[in-house]
Nanobody, 121 residues
Protein backbone atom coordinates (compact mmCIF):
# COMPACT_ATOMS: atom_id res chain seq x y z
CA UNK A 1 0.00 0.00 0.00
CA UNK A 2 1.02 3.57 -0.68
CA UNK A 3 -0.04 6.71 1.13
CA UNK A 4 0.04 10.17 -0.41
CA UNK A 5 -0.19 13.12 1.97
CA UNK A 6 -0.69 16.61 0.58
CA UNK A 7 0.10 19.83 2.41
CA UNK A 8 0.44 23.52 1.70
CA UNK A 9 -3.07 24.50 0.75
CA UNK A 10 -4.81 27.51 2.20
CA UNK A 11 -6.35 30.89 1.57
CA UNK A 12 -4.53 33.37 -0.62
CA UNK A 13 -5.40 36.62 -2.36
CA UNK A 14 -5.46 36.90 -6.15
CA UNK A 15 -1.94 37.32 -7.46
CA UNK A 16 -0.48 35.47 -4.51
CA UNK A 17 1.51 32.25 -4.33
CA UNK A 18 1.26 28.88 -2.66
CA UNK A 19 3.44 25.81 -2.70
CA UNK A 20 1.84 22.40 -2.42
CA UNK A 21 3.73 19.32 -1.33
CA UNK A 22 2.89 15.63 -1.55
CA UNK A 23 4.84 12.97 0.27
CA UNK A 24 4.54 9.35 -0.84
CA UNK A 25 5.24 6.52 1.58
CA UNK A 26 4.68 2.79 1.81
CA UNK A 27 5.65 -0.08 -0.45
CA UNK A 28 7.44 1.74 -3.25
CA UNK A 29 9.90 0.16 -5.67
CA UNK A 30 9.69 3.01 -8.14
CA UNK A 31 7.40 5.90 -9.02
CA UNK A 32 6.81 6.21 -12.73
CA UNK A 33 5.01 9.55 -12.61
CA UNK A 34 3.30 11.93 -10.23
CA UNK A 35 0.78 14.61 -10.81
CA UNK A 36 -1.65 17.16 -9.46
CA UNK A 37 -5.34 17.21 -10.25
CA UNK A 38 -7.93 19.68 -9.04
CA UNK A 39 -11.66 19.77 -8.65
CA UNK A 40 -13.65 22.93 -8.24
CA UNK A 41 -17.23 22.90 -6.92
CA UNK A 42 -19.62 21.70 -9.60
CA UNK A 43 -16.84 20.85 -12.03
CA UNK A 44 -15.08 17.70 -13.11
CA UNK A 45 -11.67 16.81 -11.79
CA UNK A 46 -8.95 17.97 -14.17
CA UNK A 47 -5.25 17.37 -14.60
CA UNK A 48 -3.20 20.39 -13.56
CA UNK A 49 0.33 19.13 -14.08
CA UNK A 50 2.23 15.87 -14.35
CA UNK A 51 5.88 14.89 -14.10
CA UNK A 52 7.49 11.60 -15.04
CA UNK A 53 10.43 9.92 -13.34
CA UNK A 54 12.68 11.25 -16.11
CA UNK A 55 11.54 14.79 -15.46
CA UNK A 56 9.20 15.32 -18.40
CA UNK A 57 6.36 17.65 -17.53
CA UNK A 58 3.04 18.69 -18.96
CA UNK A 59 0.58 21.34 -17.80
CA UNK A 60 -3.04 22.24 -18.26
CA UNK A 61 -3.18 25.28 -20.55
CA UNK A 62 -4.61 27.70 -17.99
CA UNK A 63 -1.71 27.20 -15.56
CA UNK A 64 1.19 27.30 -18.02
CA UNK A 65 3.66 29.98 -17.04
CA UNK A 66 2.17 30.29 -13.56
CA UNK A 67 2.53 26.85 -12.00
CA UNK A 68 5.66 24.72 -11.79
CA UNK A 69 5.67 21.04 -10.93
CA UNK A 70 8.79 19.41 -9.52
CA UNK A 71 9.78 16.34 -7.59
CA UNK A 72 12.46 15.07 -5.27
CA UNK A 73 12.80 11.46 -6.32
CA UNK A 74 15.05 10.58 -3.39
CA UNK A 75 12.33 11.71 -0.98
CA UNK A 76 9.37 10.51 -3.09
CA UNK A 77 7.97 14.01 -2.76
CA UNK A 78 6.08 16.10 -5.28
CA UNK A 79 5.69 19.87 -5.34
CA UNK A 80 3.54 22.39 -7.10
CA UNK A 81 4.63 26.01 -7.01
CA UNK A 82 1.63 28.16 -7.82
CA UNK A 83 2.20 31.81 -8.65
CA UNK A 84 -0.09 34.57 -9.88
CA UNK A 85 -3.07 32.72 -8.48
CA UNK A 86 -6.49 33.56 -9.85
CA UNK A 87 -9.98 33.17 -8.44
CA UNK A 88 -10.58 30.30 -10.86
CA UNK A 89 -7.71 28.33 -9.33
CA UNK A 90 -9.88 27.72 -6.27
CA UNK A 91 -10.32 23.97 -5.92
CA UNK A 92 -9.35 20.90 -3.98
CA UNK A 93 -5.96 19.79 -5.26
CA UNK A 94 -5.17 16.09 -5.34
CA UNK A 95 -1.82 14.39 -5.64
CA UNK A 96 -1.49 11.22 -7.69
CA UNK A 97 1.31 8.75 -8.18
CA UNK A 98 1.87 5.77 -10.50
CA UNK A 99 3.71 3.39 -8.19
CA UNK A 100 5.43 0.14 -8.93
CA UNK A 101 5.47 -1.85 -5.72
CA UNK A 102 8.01 -4.40 -6.87
CA UNK A 103 10.14 -5.13 -9.93
CA UNK A 104 8.03 -6.57 -12.72
CA UNK A 105 4.69 -5.47 -11.33
CA UNK A 106 2.37 -3.15 -13.21
CA UNK A 107 2.30 0.32 -11.65
CA UNK A 108 -0.86 1.28 -9.78
CA UNK A 109 -2.39 4.73 -9.46
CA UNK A 110 -2.76 6.14 -5.97
CA UNK A 111 -4.51 9.31 -4.83
CA UNK A 112 -4.15 11.61 -1.88
CA UNK A 113 -7.10 12.98 0.07
CA UNK A 114 -6.68 16.47 -1.31
CA UNK A 115 -5.84 19.91 0.00
CA UNK A 116 -8.05 22.96 -0.36
CA UNK A 117 -6.74 26.00 -2.22
CA UNK A 118 -8.93 29.08 -1.98
CA UNK A 119 -8.13 32.23 -3.90
CA UNK A 120 -10.20 35.11 -2.63
CA UNK A 121 -9.93 38.80 -1.94
Amino acid sequence: QVQLVESGGGLVQPGGSLRLSCAASGTIFSIWAMGWYRQAPGKQRELVARITSSGSTNYEDSVKGRFTISSDNAKNTLYLQMNSLKLEDTAVYYCTAEVQASRGLVPIDYWGHGTQVTVSS
